[in-house]
């Protein structure tokens, strides 16, 4: 019996501590899984994160289109509007690493950023040597400038100009276009003025892209905070811009756009800073969506009103330093790009004040799907499984009727180029790593909950129903005794007979048997 008790003890003592088990792994095993994230994401050297972080193991690809004006005289001359054929894709390959690290005491590390591109032409539609036709961007930029310059400084630069023969557009390749061509005006420039420093000995779009970045980034490990893993905390020395109004816009903040905290959810907000965006841009959650093998992932784009004028949207109040505002659908870049007036939008002006792509030809409708900026992310580790940026450069000339080189130019945003630039995919071992991370701890909670829960359960009513057994087995062994002592209760006990004789029922006679012997017989 004691054998039988001691065995149901234990299964009570089992059943209860699998109950027990079950709700700490309800309560307790997602904040130790997120712990053990916390300990490893954060980029401490030798780590396989800042191995991945160091030297991205993907292949970016850049894709560029180019809008080539096929009526540049007839716009100048007879006030048509410019018709323009978008030609492209050209694609190039990146690679990136970055270089010159240097760990400082605040948690934070600061590098330069190498990127190298590389032209690709079996997934191109044409060269780089194709010949495009495109506003002449450094002559535009300063004869907008000059409008409101002192007339002494128009009549020079009408003078130089005159001089170098300089026309509003110009016939270069695509190579040139992107990567750097003398330019007369600033040849000229430099011959004028040879002690001062140009920022770019060359014109080109990217002229300064392909190759080791003179700028100095400096972000935070994670290690200290890990909601700060990968934000930008110094650009060139700098905590913040000076350009703008406010301190949250002159703000850096972001990420470099190759890591991110973990932990996201769809309420998160996440920041890239890029230099040539002159800015932070927010990210917020748009929807979910099933990445490539299945992924689940959380796919993070710009809110709709980021570039909307102040009017629509005051809090980019901030980012106009002098009136007029960008337009509806642009962002103004001048700040940071040596005063060139440059807008930047979403491609096809997605998003913009349609009366802007009106004022071209050859520019189609806006698709969302081919023209919008997203981010699909790994919430759980901030992982980016594909990101794609898509951004248009756009000329904004102002009319300077003293300088005869362009006096017949209007008053107009003038589409140069769009890109599109991201990752598709990550490596298959990357992808088996983040599953394993994300996917195999959802199961194995799921699993231990389950199983701890019911086998607690099944075990608990085997426990009582043992016991219940057992006290009805104590009972049937406590039955006969009670039988044999009999009921104790008096009113139900019957008087105990006289002696009697064994053959007879009527009682003994006593007083004529020798045995007896009285008082009386003496």
């Known amino acids: 019996m004691a054998a039988n008790d001691g065995r149901v003890g234990l299964i009570i003592i089992l059943s209860v501590g699998m109950l027990l088990g079950s709700f700490l792994v309800f309560?307790?095993?997602?904040?130790?899984?997120?712990?053990?994230?916390?300990?490893?994401?954060?980029?401490?050297?030798?780590?396989?994160?800042?191995?991945?972080?160091?030297?991205?193991?993907?292949?970016?690809?850049?894709?560029?289109?180019?809008?080539?004006?096929?009526?540049?005289?007839?716009?100048?001359?007879?006030?048509?509007?410019?018709?323009?054929?978008?030609?492209?894709?050209?694609?190039?390959?990146?690679?990136?690493?970055?270089?010159?690290?240097?760990?400082?005491?605040?948690?934070?590390?600061?590098?330069?950023?190498?990127?190298?591109?590389?032209?690709?032409?079996?997934?191109?539609?044409g060269s780089e040597d194709d010949l495009v036709v495109v506003p002449n961007i450094p002559l535009l930029s300063a004869t907008s400038k000059s409008a409101s310059a002192p007339k002494f400084l128009r009549i020079t630069i009408n003078f130089m100009t005159n001089l170098k023969k300089l026309k509003p557009f110009v016939a270069v390749t695509v190579g040139e276009l992107l990567w750097g061509y003398d330019d007369p005006l600033m040849q000229l420039a430099k011959e004028m003025a040879p002690d001062t420093k140009l920022p770019f000995e060359r014109f080109g779009l990217f002229f300064d892209r392909n190759g080791t970045s003179a700028d100095n980034i400096t972000v935070y490990t994670g290690a200290d905070d890990i909601n700060k893993l990968g934000e930008v905390s110094r650009f060139n020395g700098l905590d913040k811009y000076s350009f703008y109004k406010t301190d949250e816009c002159n703000s850096f903040g972001g990420s470099d756009g190759t890591i991110f905290p973990p932990h996201l959810n769809k309420n998160s907000k996440i920041y890239i800073f890029d230099k040539n965006l002159c800015r932070k841009l927010?990210?917020?959650?748009?929807?979910?969506?099933?990445?490539?093998?299945?992924?689940?992932?959380?796919?993070?784009?710009?809110?709709?009103?980021?570039?909307?004028?102040?009017?629509?949207?005051?809090?980019?109040?901030?980012?106009?330093?002098?009136?007029?505002?960008?337009?509806?659908?642009?962002?103004?870049?001048?700040?940071?790009?040596?005063d060139t007036p440059v807008l930047l939008s979403f491609p096809h002006f997605y998003l913009g004040n349609p009366e802007i792509r009106n004022a071209v030809v050859g520019v189609s409708p806006p698709d969302p799907q081919k023209h919008e900026i997203y981010i699909d992310m790994k919430?759980?580790?901030?992982?980016?499984?594909?990101?794609?940026?898509?951004?248009?450069?756009?000329?904004?000339?102002?009319?300077?009727?003293?300088?005869?080189?362009?006096?017949?130019?209007?008053?107009?945003?003038?589409?140069?180029?769009?890109?599109?630039?991201?990752?598709?995919?990550?490596?298959?071992?990357?992808?088996?790593?983040?599953?394993?991370?994300?996917?195999?701890?959802t199961v194995a909670r799921c699993f231990l909950l389950y199983i701890l829960f019911f086998c607690g359960l099944f075990f608990l009513v085997v426990s009582v129903f043992c016991l219940i057994r057992s006290s009805n087995r104590q009972e049937i062994m406590v039955l006969p005794d009670s039988a044999f002592y009999g009921n104790k209760d008096d009113s139900t006990k019957k008087q105990k007979p006289p002696m009697t004789d064994f053959t007879a029922e009527k009682p003994i006679d006593t007083k004529d048997n020798p045995a007896f012997i009285t008082d009386e017989s003496k």
């Not at 160091?54 to 289109?65: D, F, H, S």
């Open 27 to 125: 309560f307790f095993f997602t904040a130790i899984v997120n712990f053990i994230i916390d300990t490893q994401l954060p980029l401490n050297e030798g780590s396989v994160t800042y191995d991945m972080w160091r030297k991205p193991p993907v292949t970016p690809i850049m894709r560029i289109y180019i809008y080539n004006v096929t009526n540049a005289d007839e716009f100048l001359n007879d006030k048509q509007k410019p018709i323009i054929n978008e030609i492209g894709p050209y694609t190039y390959s990146e690679s990136w690493e970055k270089v010159n690290l240097v760990r400082n005491d605040n948690g934070t590390i600061t590098f330069n950023q190498r990127k190298i591109f590389t032209f690709r032409p079996e997934l191109s539609a």
């Open 282 to 338: 927010p990210f917020t959650f748009q929807k979910e969506v099933t990445s490539y093998d299945d992924i689940k992932a959380y796919r993070f784009s710009p809110p709709k009103n980021v570039f909307d004028e102040v009017s629509k949207n005051p809090e980019n109040d901030c980012y106009c330093t002098a009136p007029p505002c960008a337009p509806q659908g642009t962002f103004n870049i001048s700040a940071c790009s040596f």
């Open 379 to 441: 919430p759980e580790m901030g992982v980016p499984l594909r990101a794609v940026v898509r951004l248009q450069i756009n000329l904004a000339v102002t009319h300077a009727n003293d300088i005869d080189a362009v006096a017949l130019f209007p008053d107009i945003i003038f589409p140069i180029m769009w890109f599109e630039d991201g990752i598709d995919r990550l490596p298959t071992d990357i992808v088996s790593l983040v599953k394993l991370a994300t996917e195999v701890p």
